[in-house]
């Protein structure tokens, strides 16, 4: 899931990526999240906070000693509503008065077989919904954001979370947890859609990039490169399942055991999440059917 590279900045500290632009590590490292959030300060005057981090009092205050004289924070950018992303923007805004802006709540964006499924039961696989998030302003897909100082371009990228936005500054992208360096943007049921990642990726593919800058891990210097081999990556993973399913019926948590050999148990369940995506984008393909009600515990079988 990971791979190796020597991204290990001091949490807390204001690294500067570029004229205009700084990024603050939160103090959040584990399995999920790598290093921990990577909080993005853009602007010379008004600064726009893009993903203000999980509640902690110690990175609120980073980020609040970042501002320079003469700067004020004048926007605060949520990319989607997990709890390592989103949870730091309503005491910030307290602080500083700035609005909070995202594509909308918890439940925003999600797909019509996603609200199925969660209607029929399917729950969240631990991933950490912030479920009070409020946003003062909701951003649309193409909106334009601009100040004196930055304009940043709205794009929707549901797959990860339905409420998933990447922001573009001209040829610079951030791609919060749609596109990172460091493992595979991991898509959940019934609030990850794989269908709704897939196109996403190709949007963003469709497009030329200067650099990426995730919401984990290092800036993706060559992003074309990185996207492209994001989708073959789940184009295997398609492949796997369904040559799994040529030699038998199979349950998702039967597929990821299968496939997914060389993962510790501890991950094996965000796995079978990610398997149990790729049968419902299957089911939607007619390639696979399963053979009761679509379910995550349901048995799937190949067609054709």
């Given at each position: 899931m990971q791979a190796p590279d020597d991204f290990d900045p001091a949490p807390g500290?204001?690294?500067?990526l570029a004229p205009g632009l700084r990024r603050i590590l939160a103090p959040n490292p584990s399995p999920m999240t790598y290093r921990?959030?990577?909080?993005?300060?853009?602007?010379?005057?008004?600064?726009a906070v893009i993903d203000p981090g999980p509640l902690s009092d110690v990175h609120l205050q980073a980020i609040l000693d970042a501002l320079q004289?003469?700067?004020?924070?004048?926007?605060?950018?949520?990319?989607?509503?997990?709890?390592?992303?989103?949870?730091?923007?309503?005491p910030l805004a307290k602080c500083t008065g700035?609005?909070?802006l995202a594509f909308g709540g918890p439940q925003a964006g999600r797909s019509d077989v996603m609200n199925e499924l969660a209607q029929n039961g399917l729950a969240g696989g631990g991933e950490g919904i912030d479920a009070d998030f409020h946003a003062d302003i909701e951003l649309e897909d193409g909106a334009h954001v601009t100040t004196d100082d930055w304009t940043l371009e709205v794009l929707h990228t549901p797959g990860h979370l339905g409420n998933h936005i990447a922001l573009a500054w001209g040829e610079v992208c951030f791609t919060a947890d749609h596109v990172m360096g460091w493992a595979s943007s991991l898509v959940s049921p019934p609030d990850g859609d794989l269908t709704d990642f897939m196109a996403a990726c190709h949007r963003l593919r469709a497009r030329d990039w200067s650099v990426f800058h995730p919401g984990h891990g290092a800036p993706i210097t060559a992003p074309a490169e990185r996207l492209d081999w994001l989708i073959q990556h789940r184009l295997m993973r398609e492949a796997q399942i369904l040559e799994e399913l040529t030699q038998s019926t199979a349950t998702p948590r039967q597929l990821a055991q299968r496939i997914y050999t060389e993962t510790p148990d501890a991950l094996l369940p965000a796995a079978e999440r990610n398997v149990f995506a790729h049968l419902v984008d299957l089911t939607g393909r007619s390639r696979v059917a399963p053979d009761?009600?679509?379910?995550?515990t349901s048995r799937f079988r190949r067609l054709g």
């Open positions: 500290r204001a690294y500067q921990g959030t990577n909080t993005y300060l853009l602007g010379e005057n008004d600064i004289p003469g700067q004020r924070i004048s926007h605060i950018f949520v990319t989607h509503t997990h709890l390592d992303h989103s949870p730091l923007a309503a700035a609005p909070v009761d009600a679509l379910s995550a």
